[in-house]
């Protein structure tokens, strides 16, 4: 019989902006599961799992990046789990013209480039792990992102793009990649973000969650974690270079 409680015993496991929000129920899940974990961020939060040894780095450089990376190596000695986590959102004003230059740039840093940056460093340590698993944490459904977030719908389009290559190519060496999408979760981020977002479309978190189809509600960061985890775990050991969709069924149904 499998032992579900321990399937990450012995397993090492990196989780990138895993202080707070789903990061943070990543890391703990994780953490339940027996593995021995590090987070990333660039400060501590009152979400950052204890369990976890905490690694204060900016990752949308590419200094930064690799600087996050080979500490998490040095500290683990090793990785079997990597999630590409961290990343933001911020809306700006209506009008895709208006969105300035800079912040084209900055979403695709910190939601794109960080996880190329953070990735390549580890990837001899994955090859090494004999089940090594990767998942990106990505957004959007099947819709076109709203022209106040165009900036970080392309970045993480990107990173689709991306992580379907590093599947394709990481395959024969048995590292399966995969892509979470989450749709309206409940987080410090998403809350910020969703308050500025629909404040600029005058409407309201609550109005836009009632859209959502599976019980007009958000989901929660402890539900994306089961998803994240299942991804990283040998349960899922013929699974990759898909997009996993954990979004009460918006993008989908409507
Ligand atoms: N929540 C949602 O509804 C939702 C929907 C779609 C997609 N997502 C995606 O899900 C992922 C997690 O989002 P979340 O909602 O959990 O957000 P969150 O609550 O804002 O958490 C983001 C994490 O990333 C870290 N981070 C952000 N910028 C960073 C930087 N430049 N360098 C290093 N670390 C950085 C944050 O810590 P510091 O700020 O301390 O660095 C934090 O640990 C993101 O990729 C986001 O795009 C979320």
């Known amino acids: 019989m499998k032992d579900y409680a321990n399937e990450f015993k012995g397993k090492k496991a990196l989780v990138t902006g895993g202080s707070r929000g789903i990061g943070a129920a990543t890391a703990q899940r994780l953490l339940d599961g027996g593995a021995t974990v590090v987070v990333s961020a660039r400060s501590i939060h009152e979400q950052t799992p204890p369990g976890a040894t905490f690694i204060q780095g900016e990752i949308s450089t590419l200094a930064g990046a690799t600087a996050v990376a080979e500490e998490a190596l040095k500290i683990l000695g090793g990785l079997d789990i990597l999630v590409n986590n961290a990343g933001a959102a911020t809306a700006k004003l209506p009008g895709i013209e208006r969105i300035p230059d800079d912040a084209w740039i900055e979403s ?35 819709l076109p992102f709203h022209g106040f977030l165009a900036h970080y719908g392309a970045s993480k389009a990107a990173l689709n793009s991306y992580t379907k290559s590093l599947a394709k190519e990481l395959a024969p060496a048995g590292i399966r990649v995969n892509l979470v999408t989450p749709g309206a ?33 958000a989901g929660t960061a402890e539900e994306m974690a089961e998803m994240i985890a ?14 996993h969709f954990v979004t009460g069924g918006q993008g989908e149904l409507a």
């Open 108 to 142: 695709l840093m910190i939601n794109f480039m960080s996880a190329v940056r953070v990735t390549n460093p580890l990837l001899n340590a994955l090859r090494e792990s004999g089940s090594g698993a990767i998942v990106n944490i990505s957004a959007g459904g099947l």
């Open 230 to 243: 299942f991804l990283a775990s040998d349960r899922a050991s013929y699974i990759t270079g898909h997009n």
């Open 185 to 217: 979760i409940i987080t410090p981020g998403g809350d910020e973000g969703r308050k500025l977002l629909t404040a600029a479309m005058g409407t309201t978190p609550e109005q836009l969650f009632s859209r959502i189809p599976l019980n007009g509600r």
